[in-house]
């Protein structure tokens, strides 16, 4: 089963605060996160999208719920810009699941 | 104890001479009194970076009760200039405009505030300064490589906005400004808070070391995956700042050879890349600047790809993985 979330019309066409990105995963996604295969956040609609959204919408359910994130989630939609943020939060996720996570600074 | 001449502001101010402009005003405010007086009537020409901080500076003088004269801003040879932006009204002046408003777009955003009120509605800010100066890119939405200018302009006001909203405990001032003929955009957010230190020595991240210096904090925030709000939870559970803004700000400009430039209380940091400077300057002022300013000017026509230039940095930084370890969860 399917769950699908549509971005643009809930939260707009740039999506630039990660305290907005938080609330929308605790409201929409992680109540839902055990019910259905297949999360769909569909990014069509939305022009850009930024490091502190992408990272708190996506890692925190990879910290939470470990691989099984990657194994549910899909997206759609994304132009370039979107996808590369999505994909560099889905980077940090993995490092989240996998133990790997941490600072990067000497 | 006499009273200090007041600072005789410089005819120019570039971003590649901010650590000068900050430290006079930095000293001037030091050694004045209960009234601090700054002389306009050289000023020329100045670009974003410098006139955040200046008038982030004239707010927080005058909201910490002192008196401060702003002199000769009617003489200044920026007048004009000063009032279009809203310089001279975000100081609490009132000036007769000898002149007619014409439609800022495309050429500059006027000063905006920016504080608490803001929360929710960064998007919306970022999205009217890339507007304003890039709208004829603002109605194309569907085609990202005919919009990076537009699109940098975004990301870069997000990042900074959100610094100012999490970190300053203070207002925020920022100015953006296209400059066509030499093919540039610049972009510069001052506030008089906390500072980067002291948001570290707030929330105690693990690296907080109570012998670091304002350098110090400057450097490490320039790390990628370092903030002061890394493991803080907001109101909504875990942690939403991954600490990258600024390190991929840096790392921008220098692909597009522009200037970056940060500079919390005393730590000073800045990368030419126009000069070709093979390492940043690196300085602890001896004057502390109060607050964060931070300014960005990049070279327009090497926006053009922004999905590829951020794709490059993205890997520099290592903040993404090389391998297409991910392109089964997209779909069309």
Redesign the interface.
């Known amino acids: 089963m399917k769950h699908e979330l549509i971005l643009a019309s809930d939260l707009g066409t740039y999506l630039a605060e990660g305290a907005r990105a938080a609330e929308y995963r605790l409201r929409h996604i992680e109540p839902v996160f055990s019910v259905y295969e297949t999360i769909v956040l569909d990014f069509t609609g939305v022009r850009g999208v930024n490091s502190s959204f992408a990272n708190a919408l996506v890692v925190p359910l990879f910290v939470q719920h470990g691989l099984e994130a990657r194994g549910k989630l899909r997206f759609r939609g994304c132009n370039p810009v979107v996808k590369l943020m999505l994909e560099s939060a889905l980077t940090l996720g993995m490092e989240a699941a996998q133990g790997q996570g941490g600072h990067a600074y000497a | 104890m006499s009273t200090p001449l007041p600072l005789r502001l410089p005819r120019v101010a570039y971003d590649e001479n901010l650590d000068i402009f900050s430290l006079q005003l930095a000293e001037h405010a030091r050694i004045s009194g209960p009234l601090l007086a700054l002389d306009f009537q050289d000023v020329e020409f100045y670009t974003p970076g410098p006139l955040t901080a200046l008038v982030s500076f004239v707010r927080h003088q005058q909201n910490a009760g002192r008196t401060l004269e702003l002199l000769n801003l009617q003489h200044a040879p920026a007048r004009s200039y000063l009032q279009r932006i809203d310089f001279i009204r975000h100081c609490g002046i009132t000036l007769p405009e000898n002149f007619r408003r014409l439609d800022p777009a495309g050429r500059f955003v006027p000063i905006r505030r920016i504080d608490a009120s803001l929360?929710?509605q960064?998007?919306?800010v970022?999205?009217e300064v890339a507007d304003c100066l890039f709208p004829e890119q603002a109605a194309i939405?569907?085609y990202?490589e005919q919009t990076g200018p537009y699109?940098l302009v975004?990301?870069a006001a997000?990042?900074l906005i959100?610094n100012v909203l999490q970190h300053a405990r203070a207002e925020g001032f920022l100015l953006a400004q296209t400059y066509p003929k030499q093919g540039i955009v610049r972009l510069a957010i001052a506030d008089a808070g906390i500072g980067i230190r002291g948001s570290f020595q707030e929330t105690k991240p693990?690296?907080w070391d109570p012998a670091m210096n304002d350098l110090d904090a400057v450097r490490?925030a320039l790390?990628?995956?370092?903030s002061s709000k890394?493991n803080v939870a907001?109101?909504?559970?875990?942690g939403?700042?991954?600490g990258?803004?600024l390190s991929?700000l840096k790392e921008l400009a220098h692909d597009t050879d522009g200037i970056f430039s940060l500079v919390s209380h005393a730590g000073f940091f800045q990368f030419n890349h126009i000069a070709q400077h093979e390492y940043p300057s690196e300085l602890l002022l001896s004057a502390p600047w109060l607050g964060t300013l931070c300014a960005v000017q990049v070279a327009q026509p090497k926006l053009i790809d922004?999905?590829r230039l951020?794709?490059t940095v993205?890997h520099r930084l290592?903040?993404?993985?090389d391998s297409p370890?991910?392109d089964d969860?997209?779909?069309?």
Do not use: C, M
């Open positions: 929360v929710g960064v998007d919306k970022a999205g939405t569907d990202p699109d975004v990301y997000t990042e959100n693990d690296f490490l790390k990628p995956r370092v890394l907001s109101a909504w559970g875990a939403v700042n991954a990258v803004g991929i922004h999905q951020l794709r993205k290592r903040l993404l993985d370890l991910f969860l997209f779909e069309p």
